[in-house]
C-alpha cells in the first residue's frame, strides 16, 4: 500500500512537470510575461535568453556572421551553449523558456536567407541541428502581434537593438510566424491592444493546461 502510494505521487509529479517556451517577434512582451509567471507560480522555473557573454566573445574575437565561415563557428557556440542550459534545467519539474532551443534553431535556418545567403545549414550544421533538436519542448506559447505593435513596442525601449530591430521586421518577421505556424506544439496568442497583466493571465492560464 505505501509502496502504491508513492507510485502514485511519482506519477503525479511527471503529469505536472514541463518544458515549454516563450516565443514572439521582438518586442512582443516575452520577457515581460516570463517575469509575471516568475511572480504568479513560484514553483516554475524561469529561464531567460541572456547571450551578452557569447556575444562579447564573438565580437572579441572578430568573427563576422555574415561571412559563411564565421555564421557556423557563432552558431556552434550558440548551440552549444543552448544544449547546456536545456540539459541544466532537466529534472527541474516546471520549466519556462523565455524563448528557447527553437530560438536558436530557427535562427541558424533563417538568417542567411534573410541577408539574401543560400547557405544550407542543414547540411553545414546537420550534426549541431540533430543535437539541438534532441532538447524536446512540451509546448510553445508564441505571442502574435501587428507590425504597428512591435514598432511601437520598441520604440518604448530604450535598450533595444533599433538597427536589427528594422533587418528583423523586415527580413524575418513573417518567416518566423510561417515557421512556428507549422509546427504542432505551437500555440499562439494574439496581443495586441493587452495589457502585460491580461497576457500574464493567459499566458498562465496556458500553462495550467499542462497540469491537467
Not at 73 to 83: D, G, S, V
Request: aromatic content about 12%; hydrophobic content about 40%.
Amino acid at each position: 500500500m505505501y509502496c502504491g502510494c508513492i507510485t502514485i505521487f511519482l506519477l503525479d509529479v511527471m503529469l505536472m512537470s514541463f518544458i515549454v517556451s516563450l516565443q514572439g517577434g521582438m518586442a512582443s512582451g516575452k520577457t515581460a510575461v516570463a517575469h509575471y509567471i516568475e511572480k504568479h507560480m513560484p514553483d516554475v522555473t524561469v529561464s531567460y535568453e541572456n547571450r551578452s557573454s557569447l556575444l562579447a566573445s564573438v565580437t572579441s574575437q572578430g568573427i563576422n556572421k555574415f561571412m559563411l565561415d564565421g555564421f557556423i563557428q557563432i552558431q556552434r557556440l550558440f548551440i552549444q551553449a543552448e544544449k547546456e542550459r536545456y540539459n541544466g534545467l532537466r529534472g527541474k519539474g516546471r520549466v519556462v523558456f523565455d524563448q528557447g532551443p527553437e530560438e536558436v534553431e530557427f535562427y541558424t535556418l533563417y538568417f542567411p536567407q534573410s541577408i539574401g545567403m543560400a547557405w544550407d545549414m542543414e547540411r553545414l550544421l546537420a550534426k549541431e541541428l540533430a543535437g539541438l533538436r534532441e532538447c524536446r519542448l512540451d509546448g510553445i506559447l508564441f505571442f502574435d502581434a501587428r507590425s504597428e505593435t512591435l514598432r511601437h513596442r520598441c520604440e518604448a525601449i530604450p535598450a533595444r537593438n533599433r538597427s536589427f530591430f528594422e533587418h528583423y521586421m523586415m527580413h524575418m518577421h513573417r518567416l518566423k510566424k510561417e515557421w512556428f505556424l507549422k509546427s504542432e506544439i505551437s500555440t499562439f496568442l494574439q496581443v495586441d491592444g493587452k495589457s502585460e497583466e491580461e497576457v500574464g493571465k493567459a499566458a498562465v492560464k496556458w500553462l495550467k493546461g499542462f497540469e491537467n
